[in-house]
């Protein structure tokens, strides 16, 4: 099929004077673009996940070296107080690592869940769109 434009920029389906565009090669390239187009997406997500993860991975390690330190402290200071008030020092910071790990290994997993899922739906609304292109043409 051939769309020509006229003078008067008139369009009209026979190709009797103007210039000619091809239709099929216009959804060719429309095809083409439009993958490009869903694989320069789906990479810049891809690279944003690994990012999102290694920065993730460093703060979980930060994290724990900041736990060893103040339990070594903890346990620096345990040999200067009273026995008994230690114990309850020790014990309450014990906990307070525990819950922190705790939330910092929920956030990490939340994180990189969220992270898939749009991954999912970014390639999953390109392909419909893509496909939906193609059944057009």
């Known amino acids: 099929m051939c769309i ?6 008139s369009r009209s389906s026979s190709s009797s004077s103007g210039s000619c565009i091809e239709v099929e090669v216009v959804v060719v390239v429309v ?9 320069v997406a789906v990479l ?4 944003k996940v690994i990012v999102v993860i290694v920065v993730e991975v ?7 070296v900041v736990v060893v330190v ?9 040999e200067v107080l ?10 309450v910071k014990v906990i307070v690592v525990i ?14 869940v969220v992270e ?15 496909t939906v292109v193609v059944l057009v043409s």
Do not use: D, F, N, Q
Request: aromatic share 2%; proline share 0%.
């Open 82 to 91: 009273v026995v008994g008030v230690v114990v309850v020092y020790v014990v």
């Open 70 to 78: 103040v339990v070594v402290v903890v346990v620096v200071v345990e």
């Open 99 to 112: 819950v922190v790990i705790v939330v910092v290994a929920v956030v990490v997993v939340v994180v990189v």
């Open 44 to 47: 810049v997500v891809v690279v």
């Open 58 to 64: 460093i703060v979980v390690i930060v994290v724990v």
């Open 116 to 130: 898939v899922v749009l991954v999912v739906g970014v390639v999953v609304v390109v392909e419909v769109i893509t």
């Open 31 to 39: 095809v083409v673009v439009a993958k490009t187009a869903a694989s």
């Open 4 to 9: 020509s434009y006229s003078s008067s920029r």
